[in-house]
DNA sequence: TATGAATGAGTTTTCATTCAT
DNA sequence: CATGAATGAAAACTCATTCAT
């Protein structure tokens, strides 16, 4: 519903690109607006405050993020693939959208503990999506049987989020998507039940 | 030097004490300066400016952090082993470091662009210890031979980093110490020339 | 245009005010504000900082200040007379305000020299009132044709300048107006031709 | 009695030094402290304050000032070798001591309204000596008679102060005792009873 | 809906001065 | 006499939010 309106993704995504081209720090409501077209007291109209803001930029883009990955995985018939469809999707769609992985890798992370608590909220259904194919894979006898679901799962999302951060502080200077197949055999390596 | 100044690592104290339990964004100087029981202005005798005080809190604490992981690995024979020293004591310091925990963790992280770079050049030195291991492995055999060095680090550390927060910010209601078993024996399926 | 907004006048008269009032140090941003009955931060609306108004002030002041002086001149048939004019139209101005008097000779002499090379820049089309008068004292051969026009400039303005100084120090207590022959005749005796 | 006391000249001296190098608001007792090679604290053995410092550099340093052009002038016969005297010694004091005229005619006069006063305490003999030559000068018929004493001192003082204010803020690139004659001429110009 | 002028709370840092040694 | 570590008051400026139009 809130999406229908255009004023609003104007403002997201002129959040995200302002973000990311200021830090967050230095991402004033003011600069926003303006980088949105609309007055100041016109963000108050779409949003309840700044962090509203900042919360929906995050939901919009994760929201979308999580999608794509979920409907990637729908399509592979067992756990080893699926992830491996995770990480590459991970990876793909922050290596296309420059913006978007120096906003959530980098300045996103240094907001307050409030606003850390909803990203986090908003992250839920990824990590849903993780302990599945955990699961999964626990079922189709091609993960270990006896594995700690939550604590596989941060294996997997940390290790993810690690190289994507390493890779946007790096400037990006390399190529990302090279690493999938050697990212996906380190953690297969964990989970395997042939090992 | 700077250590021999008592009020110096007064000074430390407090701003770990008064980061951990007020948030970083909520942390004055003169809060810190009122539990350290110094005035204000002695902070300036010992610190730059209020960055400088924060990243000698890092310096200081990931240093004594750091010495202790690398002396508690010099003590194992082989990689394995080691790889299980640093997950035992990276989890017991921060397990037993109620602030410490939380302070680098969260609260650091919400630090600007410029803290981060230092922060990193803190944390080099760990990183150096966990290369060490990987190669130590893989010269003994004991984990595959083309592992890709970084990527493995990044692996090693996210998948610790992640487990340490997500302890953290569930308020360390359960036991980080008994993880340690299951992490490693992840980490060791990762790398192990077994697999 | 700036002065069209009634908040950049508002402003501008309250600093006069106060720093005739409290003294240049003791001027704060808040004591403008509050004179001018507005927020501290609608100071920086109309001024990129504090020392943007103190130019300001004597900008607008002593832009108004020389253009009268210049209109009274242009209406002189000769040096004499328009040396006459400048002389009593400088005192009169400062004796017909107060708080100007203060601010000009004592107040805004105590800026730091980034502040006073503006204020120069202020004066400067004053200094070029008085060369032009000289000249044409010497085209009229009213004043002595080899005249120093620099130095001769600087004697006139350090003569009037100290006068109205000793003025204001001395409180105002005595008449200054009664003294513009005096100083004209004393002026006249070092240019005249006829010494 | 104070000038016998080394570490008090130290201080004097080095309250020049620095005021000339760095300006007078960032000229610290610290700093000051440093110059003489004392300690902050031993400064106030020797001076009440910040201010006394100050007025101590002025009273030395124009004590001298005064003395030296006292001297000079009662060598000469008349009036008017006395003024040419007085304005030669005032300039070639400040053209022979950089660092002083850029005190007495920049730094010093940020000072605020106590200390100006105190500085104009100061000046009190100077303004006398200037008093004693225009009395004089009426009474060996060599100025006119009717001459308003405390004005005509305004103007020598204001003239000669100006001159060399300007000489100091053009950083000194011309020379200043060449204009001793010009000078002498406008004031005497001012003053003769042959006009 | 949309605007943008106005608000005012909040914080780092400096530096003159003191006083225990 | 001399030191210099410690003190703590004081002020410019930013920016999220409001509200009259």
Excluded: C
């Amino acid at each position: 519903m809130k999406n229908n309106k255009p004023k609003y993704n104007q403002i997201i995504e002129a959040a995200v690109k302002v973000i990311a081209e200021n830090g967050f720090h230095a991402s004033q409501v003011s600069k926003i607006a303006k980088a949105a077209r609309v007055a100041d007291g016109t963000i108050y109209l779409y949003f309840k405050n700044k962090e509203d803001v900042l919360v929906s930029v995050f939901e919009e883009k994760m929201g979308q993020f999580i999608d794509k990955i979920a409907e990637a995985i729908s399509q592979k018939q067992n756990a080893e693939e699926k992830l491996y469809s995770l990480i590459e999707m991970h990876f793909r769609q922050l290596s296309d959208d420059y913006y978007l992985a120096i906003v959530t890798q980098l300045e996103l992370r240094q907001s307050n503990y409030t606003l850390r608590l909803q990203i986090n909220k908003v992250l839920k259904p990824y990590l849903t999506v993780i302990d599945s194919i955990i699961k999964e894979g626990m079922e189709q006898k091609l993960f270990r049987s006896n594995l700690n679901i939550p604590l596989v799962r941060q294996m997997i999302f940390g290790t993810i989020d690690e190289i994507v951060t390493n890779w946007v502080m790096k400037e990006q200077k390399y190529d990302l998507m090279s690493q999938v197949p050697e990212v996906h055999a380190l953690l297969i390596g964990a989970l395997s039940s042939k090992g």
